[in-house]
């Protein structure tokens, strides 16, 4: 194996480890930057000298004018480099937060907008075209600008004027190298010069975030390609029920009035459950649109658009969503955040069941890791508060965006998991040369040229064709063009005309108000405040847990679309049908699930199903299965329980909870086993008497994760349709027999060097209740086991499937982490790696040393509460985290604690680049500092702006 490090250092490969003082990191980063002038006069013909790589390094200390300000400002910065601001001035206030931010982070907010925009390309040539022709299509710059021109106040409008001000403040007179390394590194191959800031750079970043937290788009897709395999009955296997009766929903003591149609969340009762409209299976064959077999919800015929057998448009929406999942997996690379399969913790607990006596509210929103974090940590503060300056508020934002995002002011706290309320539709459209039909008419396109700039490079130019359903997505890719053209269909569906095509609703590409949203919630008082405030965070649609010094709260807000009756979301919908159009009505304020004081005396959300079944809305069919949120509640109600209290410790250590639930259900299962070969049997042996916590060093969560893995694989992975099959995972079955150290060799000589004809699921609990579901059916076709690789003389046996797994995981683990399973743990195998979104992912080998970082060893898991989530898919690497971890004390906020998840610096030799990386892998909390006295009393450096 490469050389490695430690989990405790992150540092690049070949250092010692160790922490040194100033005089070590000094000498370490003077050898650093020379190894990289060699390498760079090497490759380029030229080199970058200490000067250049120190000088974008913010000032931090002593004083600086500051053109447009109207008084001083004071930029306090703490020992992690993390600035608090005091102005006496709402506009000096958001111009100084633009000016510290591009001071830390300009390149991370460059590329950023330049992605909004789709203009990748304008700074990495050509390679970004294929991203930018999607990212134009999708129009996320005119939608923000749409916003910012109509929609927004004109405070916010005032604010966000005064933020761009201050980072072209910043920008003024500033060469690219003077900015960043990464701006040096470009002007070897290009002459990219970064232009000013505008105040819609920063909404549209508001898009970006709603694209990764949009809901269950994906799973719209996967539930399509399924049917070209699997029929209503597998697909239902594959997508159980919300399970209700185990894992609870977030409101419990709220319910909705059909009388008055409000919802009633005062700690009220929430009733008995009724049939609603859970999450189920519908044959939609017959009567009506005949439009073929599909999923929906509830007991209905759950009719959608056909894609197996029936009378459908199956192979139209096979070829096209192929296609169009291939330019989906390519998107999150230059989005640089990911939305497949994330999700977010977050809780309150009520004064009533803490130390204190005041609330606590602990807030980890689970994001794909990326250096620098997606958050920016900062307090500010007006020096006096008043009706002329109303902001004294401290927490996480986004470089690139003025205001606070989630943290919490003098006399209230909030937090934001992801919902997963479907926003988003996708539609098969036929079109011809004319537009597109609807309701037995052809309409013509709204459309709209682009051009995009490439560097060292042509310009292109592309048209974007949109329908009343949205932007044709399909045309931005060449062969879901051709094979739209070719498409057939069933009778049902109309001529083919010139084709099919594939469309996206969103809510998102519809002007709103959620910048607004940021500075209500940043300036709110009270629950009342914070309700109003959180009406206008439209998109995405996130659960907000509130908590002040006597009240504990929830809120779902967001722009949630009202389908016609029959359309559930669930499964792509014919464009041409007006039976399947959004109504054009969204569900009101004051019908939206919320809870006020219950009676409990704490709120959980972790992406679990919002409200109960005898809602009247269908929100999603695709909630989280609620592991996260009951293991949660489990911790508290154990705290609790005759009478106990809970601290901010208690709700850290909850954090980082690392039980695994499905372990709980499958060991035992996997002791039962009688397992003959020795080796194998060694490795069972490392569950007997496991706690089921996935700690770094643990063996026994290694194998286990190792054997949960290749279940996974062999019982679903050759079963699904090709278009979800993953290329170039190991096999890791020998040719010739399963079993035996014999075969070792060939078990890793067999690995990495032939792709896989398997389907690989990702892990996550959709799959942990899927095998819940299935472990009372051990004949189930699902447990067919794969015999040398193949279906051929399959068993349907669950127990000889998971003895199989057990083989294959014991051969994997060999070949990974050697023979003797003493020197296994599971650190080993689950590592992080921070890698520098743009050159360090795309750039020449000696810039990606340069920018990247660890890696990390890593406890935790799928689905625990401490998710550093890994993909059955492509092995056990951490490819979603904790983005960052909080807990507020509303007692004494001064005692309350955060981490990011890197540091507050977007300069790679900044001694703040990854500084709290350490800490956050061993799940400490840093002291945040909210009062004056206290700010002043941990700040290293002051930085004042004059005008």
Not at 684 to 705: H, M, P
Not at 709 to 729: C, D, H, M, S, T
Not at 791 to 817: I, P, Q, S
């Amino acid at each position: 194996m490469p050389p490695t490090t430690t989990a405790s250092t992150g540092q690049q490969p070949g250092t010692s480890g160790r922490k040194k003082g100033k005089k070590g990191r000094k000498g370490r980063l003077l050898v650093l930057v020379l190894v990289l002038a060699v390498i760079g006069g090497l490759v380029y013909g030229g080199y970058w000298s200490v000067s250049t790589v120190r000088a974008s390094f913010p000032q931090t200390a002593g004083s600086l004018t500051l053109k447009g300000l109207s008084g001083p400002v004071d930029v306090k910065r703490d020992g992690y480099g993390i600035p608090q601001i005091y102005a006496s001035s709402e506009e000096d206030l958001f111009m100084a937060q633009g000016y510290v931010q591009a001071q830390d982070r300009f390149y991370e907010m460059d590329v950023r907008r330049h992605m909004t925009a789709g203009r990748l390309s304008e700074m990495f040539g050509k390679s970004q075209v294929d991203n930018d022709e999607f990212l134009r299509t999708l129009g996320w710059h005119r939608v923000a600008k749409k916003e910012y021109d109509e929609k927004l106040s004109d405070s916010t409008k005032k604010y966000l004027q005064a933020y761009a001000k201050g980072v072209n403040a910043y920008l003024e007179g500033k060469d690219g190298a003077d900015i960043s390394l990464e701006y040096a590194a470009l002007g070897f191959t290009n002459d990219y010069k970064p232009q000013e800031w505008t105040p819609v750079d920063s909404v549209a970043w508001l898009k970006a975030m709603a694209w990764d937290l949009r809901g269950n788009m994906q799973d719209e897709v996967d539930r399509a390609l399924m049917t070209s395999r699997l029929g209503p009955k597998q697909i239902a296997d594959l997508y159980p029920a919300y399970p209700y009766d185990r894992n609870k929903a977030i409101v419990q003591e709220g319910q909705y009035d059909e009388l008055t149609e409000t919802f009633e969340g005062g700690g009220t009762s929430g009733g008995d459950e009724g049939t609603g409209t859970g999450t189920g299976t519908g044959t939609g064959t017959g009567t009506g649109t005949g439009t073929g077999v599909g999923t929906g919800t509830g007991t209905g015929t759950g009719t959608g658009v056909g894609t197996g057998t029936g009378t459908g448009t199956g192979n139209a929406l096979q070829s096209q969503l192929s296609g169009l999942q291939n330019v989906l997996d390519d998107l999150p690379t230059a989005v640089g955040v990911n939305g497949n399969g994330i999700g977010s913790n977050s809780w309150v607990v009520s004064g009533e069941h803490t130390i204190t006596g005041k609330p606590l509210l602990a807030n980890d929103p689970h994001l794909s890791p990326s250096l620098p974090s997606v958050w920016y940590q900062m307090g500010l503060h007006c020096r006096t508060v008043s009706d002329k300056c109303r902001y004294d508020i401290a927490g996480y934002t986004f470089a690139g965006m003025p205001g606070v995002v989630i943290g919490h002011n003098q006399e209230i706290a909030w937090g934001l998991t992801n919902s997963g309320v479907d926003v988003t539709d996708l539609y098969l459209e036929k079109i011809t040369a004319d537009g597109y039909q609807y309701d037995g008419k052809v309409v013509p396109f709204e459309t709209r040229e682009e051009t995009i700039k490439v560097a060292g490079g042509e310009s292109k130019k592309i048209v974007v064709r949109e329908t009343n359903n949205g932007p044709l997505l399909s045309d931005r890719d060449d062969e879901l063009v051709k094979v739209g053209k070719k498409a057939t269909v069933e009778t049902a569906a109309p001529d083919r005309g010139d084709g099919y095509g594939v469309a996206l609703r969103w809510t998102a590409l519809e002007a709103g108000t959620t910048m607004d949203a940021v500075f209500a919630m940043d300036r709110a008082q009270n629950w009342s405040d914070f309700r109003e405030a959180a009406a206008l965070f439209d998109v995405p649609s996130q659960n907000l847990v509130y908590a002040d010094s006597e009240h504990i709260g929830y809120t779902l807000p967001g722009r949630i679309p009202v389908r016609a009756e029959g359309h559930d979301g669930s499964v792509p919908a014919p464009g041409w049908d007006p039976d399947y159009h959004w109504t054009g009505e969204y569900i009101d304020d004051d019908e939206l699930p919320y809870e006020y004081d219950p009676e409990r005396g704490y709120i959980v959300t972790a992406n679990q199903a919002v409200v109960d079944e005898d809602y009247p809305y269908t929100l999603t069919t695709d909630w989280g299965y609620g592991t996260r949120s009951q293991r949660i509640t489990s911790l508290i109600e154990q705290k609790i329980k005759d009478g106990g209290k809970i601290s901010t410790d208690d709700m850290r250590q909850m954090q980082l909870d690392n039980s695994s639930e499905i372990a709980k259900l499958l060991v035992p299962q996997l002791l039962k086993i009688d397992v003959e070969d020795k080796d194998v049997r060694e490795a069972q042996k490392l569950l007997e008497g496991w706690d089921y916590t996935q700690d770094a060093d643990s063996a026994a969560a290694a194998y286990f994760n190792a054997v949960w893995r290749n279940i996974l694989k062999l019982a679903f992975g050759n079963k699904l349709p090709k278009e979800l099959r993953v290329k170039g995972q190991c096999l890791w079955v020998d040719p010739v027999n399963t079993t035996g150290p014999a075969d070792e060799t060939n078990k890793v000589r067999e690995c990495g060097q032939r792709d896989t004809d398997q389907a690989q699921p990702d892990g996550g609990d959709r799959w942990f209740e899927v095998v819940r579901q299935l472990m009372d059916k051990p004949k189930s076709d699902w447990w067919t086991t794969p015999a040398n690789g193949t279906r051929k003389g399959a068993d349907h046996n669950r127990d000889d499937l998971f003895k199989r797994a057990m083989v294959d995981a014991r051969w994997e683990l060999t070949a990974k982490l050697g023979k003797d399973i003493d020197t296994w743990n599971w650190g080993r195998l689950h590592r992080l790696f921070l890698k520098n979104q743009t050159l360090g992912t795309e750039g020449p080998g000696f810039l990606k040393y340069a920018l990247n970082r660890g890696p990390w060893k890593l406890s935790g898991g799928e689905a625990a509460v401490n998710a550093s989530g890994w993909n059955a898919a492509g092995g056990y690497g951490v490819v979603w985290v904790p983005s960052m971890r909080m807990v507020v004390n509303l007692g004494d906020l001064d005692k309350s604690r955060w981490i990011n998840l890197t540091g507050a610096s977007g300069h790679a030799y900044s001694a703040h680049y990854t500084d709290q990386t350490d800490k956050w892998a061993d799940g400490e909390l840093l002291p945040w500092a909210f009062t004056k006295k206290a700010v002043d009393e941990s700040t290293s450096d002051t930085l004042v702006l004059k005008p």
